[in-house]
C-alpha cells in the first residue's frame, strides 16, 4: 500500500488510503460518506460529481485522488455555514430548481464556480458554464434563473 | 390486458415483462426444506398476486401480520398529532410526496407540515401495482382524500362522544374539532390519544369539491426540499449500511450471448473478494468499487454471439415482421377508409419512423440487498417495488413475506426503471458474500442493459374534402405500440391498427408510451393535409375537432404564441400540434430557425398550453410540463440508440445526446385549471405534441417535410 495521502475537505483534512489512481469521487463518497457528490456517468460528461478544487469546479470522477491532494477540496457537504445555506443553495431553494434534485448538487457547485470568478454572469455565460451539466428532468429554466438570482443575492449582501 | 405466462398485466405495452428474469438461480437445498415446510406459501402468492392484480388498490389492505394500529392501511393520526399517509407509489421527482400530503391535508383539515408520507416500502404501504401511467393523481389522490375525509367523520365522532353532543353540528378545521354551540374543542391529538380506532373505508365518502380547496391547488413547495440542495437526501446509489461490499456483474458482450467458458480463479484468489457463478450470472463483491471493478477485470469468460439486426435495418425489419394473426393486433374501424379516400379532394400517404431512445436518468439504476435470517431487504430505485419484491421471492424462493423492498427517493425514472434487474444482482451477491452488497450500474450499463422506449414505423394515409373537412384517416403503428393511437378528430371513414413485431432490443414503458410516436405522425399529417388543403393548420384542426378541452387547450396556446404569425426573418418558422392522452389535454406551439448557410435548426421558442382537470399543485405542475417539453426536444431532434449485432454502439453522454442548457429554448407553460374536472396525471402527456410542433415549424421554414424521429439527428445539420 501506497504511503497514505492527506485531503483538506470542507476545511477539514483526511488520511485516505486508497490506490493513488482512485478517482476523487470514489474516495469521497465510498472513503469519507460523502455522498453528496453523484456519479453520474464516471466519464466527466455529466457534472454530476462536481466538486471545487483550489475554487476551480473539477469533474471528481475524472481526478485521481492523488492529484486531489495538493488543494483545498469543497464539495456540497461544504457550502452551509453555521446552518446558513450559501447563496447558490437558498436560490436553487427558493426557485424549486429540481426535480428529481440528482443533478442539483452538481448544478450547485458548478454554479459557485461560476459566481466566483464571474460575480454578474449574463444569461447566456451561465448556459454556457452549465452546458457541461445534465438535468434529465428539464429544469434548466429554472436553474438559470436560480443562478441569476445568486447572483443578485450576493452582490445585495456583498459577499 | 396481456398474458404472459399466466400473469395478468395492465399496460399492454410493458414488453419488459414479457421477457424471463434474466437469472434463474440455482435452489438451495435449505431453502427448498424451507419452501417444502411452508408449501402454502408458494401458492399463497401466486394467488395473493393475481387476486391483488384484480382488485382495485383502493379497496386493498395489509397483511394481517403487517397490519398497523391506524385507522384504515393509508393514514394514521398519531397521538402527536402528527399524520401519516401510506402510499405504495414511488417519489421519483415527479413530486408526489408533496401533492399527496397536500391532498390529505386539505380534507383532513390539518396544517400542510403536519403530514407525512411514507412511499413505495412494501412492509409499510399498501400494495401498488406500480408507478406509471399518469395514475398517482386521479386514483391514489382521490383514495387518500376519502380516507382522510373518513378518518375527519371518526374524529369528529369521538369528539361527539366525549361532549355527549351529536356530530352533525360539529366543525373539523385546524386540526380540532370544535362545537360551535359551547366553543369548546378538542385537538385531534387529544382525539386520539390512548386509541386505536380503525374504520373500513366508506364506499363512498362525500370529499371536498376542487373548487373549496385550501391546502390542495396551492404551490407549496417540494418538501424536504433542504434535504436536496445540502447533499443530505440519500438516494439508493448513497446507502452504505455497515459492512458494505460493493458489486458488479459481468456482462455479456452483446445481447444474447450465452457464457461457454469462465475462468475466475484470479479473481477468486483476490483478498476480500466473492466471486459468485450461478448459471449463466457471473458477479462480483468486493470491499471497494476499485477492488471489485479489479476482479471483475480478472473474470476470462467467453461467450457464444448470435448475429442480430441493427439499427441500419430497423424499419424494413420492423415493417416486414409485423404479426399475421388478427388477435396480435389493436384494430379499430368505422365507415369505409377506401371510399373516404377515393372521393378526398387531397390524399396524402406518409411513412413514419421512431427510433429507439433511453431514459437516461441520472441516477442509474441501483440496489443495495442485505439478508439476516434469511429475510432479504432491498433499497432501489424502481417504480414497482411491489413487482420487485414478488420477484425476489420467486427467484429465490422466499415466501414473499420475507422480502422487502424500500424505494428511496429516486433519481428520476421516466418509466424507465420498472424492473428488478439491480435488486436481483445485489441479492444474489449479497446472500453469497454474507454482507450487505451494494449494485450500482454504470452509465455504460444503464445504456446497454436497461430497456428502451421502442423503435416503430407508422404509416398514414389522409384524405380530406374540398371544404377541408377530413374525410379519411388511415393508421398503422408497426411494433412502437397502442397509446394514443386513436385520433382525436373527427373522421367518418377511419381505421387504425397496431401491428405487434417480435422484440428486438428489451423495450418498455417511456414517458408518454407510445403517445409520442402516435402524435408525431398524426399530426404531422395533419399539418400535411392542412397544406395540401391551403388551409391554416390551426383552422383546419379546428375545423376538424369537435372536443372541447383540446379546443381549448389548441385556443390557448395559440393565443400565447400570437398564432397565425407573420414571418419577420428568412430561415423563420412556425408550427403547431396537439393531443390527448390518459384524461389531459395538449398543444403545442413551435418557432424554429433555420441558419442561412449551415442550414442549422434552432428550436427559438416553444409555447404549451396543458390541461388535466383541477389543478393540485401549480407549480410542481408547471415543472413537470417545463421537463416533458424539454426532455421532448431529445427524442424531437437528436436521441437515438445506434446498434449493431447485439451491441448498442453510443452508451455514453458523449455519443448519445441528451438536451443541454444551450438546446433549451424560451419555453412558456399555460396551465388550463379546470375545477370542474377531476385531476388527471400530467407526467406524460406534455411530452406528446413538441416534436410534430417542431418539425411542423421545419416544414414552415423550409418547405422539407421531416417524417423520421430523431428528425435532426447530426447536431441539427440536416435539415
Known amino acids: 500500500m501506497a504511503k497514505p495521502l492527506e485531503l483538506e475537505i470542507n476545511g477539514k483534512r483526511y488520511p485516505v488510503n486508497c490506490p493513488a489512481d482512485t478517482p476523487l469521487l470514489y474516495v469521497l463518497r465510498d472513503e469519507l460518506g460523502l455522498t453528496g457528490s453523484k456519479y453520474g456517468c464516471g466519464e466527466g460528461q455529466c457534472g454530476a460529481c ?35 445555506l450559501d447563496p447558490v443553495q437558498q436560490a436553487f431553494l427558493d426557485a424549486g430548481a429540481f426535480q428529481c434534485a440528482y443533478c442539483t448538487s452538481g448544478m450547485i457547485m458548478s454554479s459557485v464556480g461560476l459566481l466566483q470568478t464571474n460575480p454578474n454572469p449574463s444569461q447566456g455565460e451561465i448556459v454556457q458554464f452549465l452546458q457541461g451539466n445534465v438535468c434529465r428532468c428539464g429544469t434548466h429554466p429554472r436553474i438559470v434563473e436560480a443562478v441569476r438570482q445568486a447572483a443578485k443575492m450576493m452582490q445585495e449582501h456583498g459577499r | 390486458m396481456s398474458n404472459v405466462e399466466g400473469k395478468l398485466f395492465i399496460e399492454p405495452e410493458r414488453y419488459e415483462f414479457g421477457a424471463a428474469p434474466f437469472h434463474q438461480f440455482e435452489l438451495a437445498r435449505r431453502d427448498f426444506f424451507k419452501i417444502l415446510g411452508a408449501g402454502i406459501a408458494v401458492f399463497a402468492i401466486a394467488k395473493d398476486a393475481l387476486a391483488r392484480q384484480e382488485t382495485a388498490p383502493g379497496h386493498r389492505s395489509f397483511h394481517n401480520e403487517e397490519l398497523p394500529k391506524d385507522i384504515n392501511a393509508w393514514l394514521h393520526v398519531g397521538e402527536d398529532g402528527s399524520i401519516t399517509g401510506f402510499t405504495g407509489k414511488a417519489e421519483i421527482g415527479q413530486n408526489i410526496r408533496t401533492a399527496l400530503a397536500q391532498t390529505i391535508a386539505d380534507e383532513l383539515r390539518v396544517p400542510f407540515e403536519s403530514v407525512r408520507m411514507v412511499t413505495a416500502d412494501t412492509a409499510l404501504t399498501p400494495f401498488d401495482a406500480g408507478t406509471f401511467g399518469s395514475r398517482t393523481t386521479p386514483t391514489i389522490a382521490p383514495q387518500l382524500r376519502r380516507v382522510a375525509a373518513a378518518a375527519r367523520d371518526l374524529l369528529v365522532g369521538v369528539a361527539a362522544k366525549e361532549w355527549n353532543v351529536a356530530p352533525a353540528g360539529l366543525v373539523a378545521a385546524d386540526a380540532k374539532v370544535t362545537d360551535p354551540a359551547s366553543g369548546r374543542s378538542l385537538k385531534y391529538a387529544e382525539l386520539a390519544r390512548g386509541k386505536t380506532l380503525a374504520q373500513n373505508l366508506p364506499a363512498e365518502d362525500p370529499i371536498t369539491p376542487a373548487t373549496q380547496w385550501t391546502i390542495a391547488g396551492k404551490a407549496i413547495p417540494k418538501v424536504e426540499a433542504r434535504a436536496f440542495v445540502t447533499g443530505k437526501h440519500q438516494y439508493t446509489t448513497d446507502l452504505q449500511p455497515a459492512g458494505l461490499l460493493y458489486g458488479r456483474v459481468l456482462r455479456p458482450p452483446s445481447f444474447g450471448a450465452t457464457l461457454t467458458s469462465c475462468d475466475d480463479s484470479v479473481a477468486k484468489a483476490m483478498t476480500g473478494v466473492v466471486v459468485v457463478r450461478d448459471g449463466e450470472f457471473v458477479g462480483v463483491a468486493a470491499p471497494s468499487a476499485h477492488e471489485a471493478q479489479k476482479a471483475l477485470d480478472a473474470i476470462h469468460a467467453q461467450w457464444k454471439e448470435v448475429p442480430q439486426t441493427s439499427s441500419k435495418e430497423i424499419f424494413s425489419y420492423l415493417r416486414q415482421n409485423a404479426a399475421a394473426k388478427s388477435e396480435d393486433r389493436f384494430r379499430k374501424q368505422k365507415g369505409s377508409v377506401e371510399e373516404g379516400l377515393a372521393s378526398a379532394a387531397h390524399r396524402l400517404d406518409a411513412t413514419y419512423t421512431v427510433a429507439y431512445i433511453a431514459h437516461v436518468p441520472l441516477e442509474p439504476r441501483a440496489a443495495v440487498a442485505q439478508w439476516a435470517d434469511g429475510k432479504l431487504t432491498v433499497w432501489t430505485g424502481t417504480q414497482r417495488p411491489f413487482a420487485n419484491r414478488d420477484e425476489l421471492a420467486e427467484v429465490f424462493h422466499l415466501p414473499e413475506s ?16 420498472h424492473t428488478s434487474d439491480a435488486a436481483l444482482e445485489a441479492a444474489r451477491l449479497a446472500r453469497a458474500a454474507g454482507r450487505p452488497v451494494k449494485v450500482a450500474w454504470t452509465r455504460e450499463e ?3 442493459w436497461a430497456y428502451f422506449r421502442p423503435a416503430g414505423v407508422i404509416e398514414v394515409k389522409g384524405g380530406v374534402a374540398s371544404d377541408g373537412t377530413l374525410n379519411a384517416w388511415d393508421f398503422h403503428n408497426y411494433h412502437s405500440g397502442m397509446s394514443g393511437i386513436e385520433t382525436p378528430y373527427d373522421v367518418a371513414n377511419q381505421r387504425t391498427e397496431y401491428h405487434q413485431v417480435p422484440l428486438i432490443l428489451r423495450s418498455g414503458s417511456y414517458r408518454g408510451l407510445a403517445a409520442t410516436a402516435n402524435h408525431f405522425a398524426r399530426e404531422t399529417q395533419m399539418d400535411a393535409l392542412a397544406n395540401a388543403a391551403k388551409m391554416d393548420p390551426l383552422e383546419f384542426r379546428m375545423k376538424n375537432l369537435s372536443n372541447a378541452r383540446m379546443r381549448a387547450v389548441l385556443e390557448a396556446a395559440a393565443k400565447s404564441f400570437g398564432w397565425p404569425r407573420k414571418k419577420t426573418q428568412e430561415g423563420q418558422g412556425f408550427g403547431i400540434a396537439c393531443g390527448d392522452e390518459k384524461g389531459s389535454y395538449v398543444a403545442t406551439c413551435a418557432e424554429i430557425a433555420v441558419d442561412k448557410t449551415s442550414r442549422a435548426v434552432r428550436v427559438v421558442r416553444l409555447v404549451e398550453a396543458f390541461e388535466c382537470g383541477a389543478i393540485v399543485n401549480p407549480d410542481g405542475l408547471r415543472n413537470q410540463v417545463v421537463g416533458a417539453m424539454i426532455q421532448g426536444l431529445g427524442g424531437a431532434l437528436f436521441e437515438a440508440v445506434e446498434f449493431e449485432n447485439g451491441r448498442i454502439k453510443n452508451p455514453h453522454f458523449a455519443s448519445y445526446r441528451v438536451p443541454r442548457f444551450r438546446d433549451v429554448p424560451e419555453i412558456e407553460a399555460i396551465l388550463l385549471d379546470r375545477k370542474d374536472i377531476p385531476s388527471a396525471g400530467a407526467g406524460e402527456t406534455p411530452i406528446m405534441a413538441v416534436a410534430p410542433a417542431i418539425g411542423n415549424a421545419i416544414f414552415d421554414a423550409t418547405g422539407v417535410r421531416l417524417n423520421n424521429l430523431p428528425m435532426v439527428p447530426n447536431g441539427l445539420r440536416s435539415a
Open chain 1, 50 to 84: 462536481t466538486v471545487l478544487i483550489g475554487g476551480m469546479p473539477r469533474r471528481s470522477c475524472q481526478i485521481p485522488v492523488s492529484a486531489a491532494a495538493a488543494k483545498p477540496i469543497t464539495t456540497i457537504e461544504g457550502l452551509e455555514k453555521d446552518g446558513r
Open chain 2, 402 to 417: 420475507s422480502v422487502r423492498v424500500i424505494v428511496p427517493d429516486t433519481g428520476s425514472a421516466y418509466g424507465g426503471k
Open chain 2, 446 to 448: 444503464e445504456f446497454t
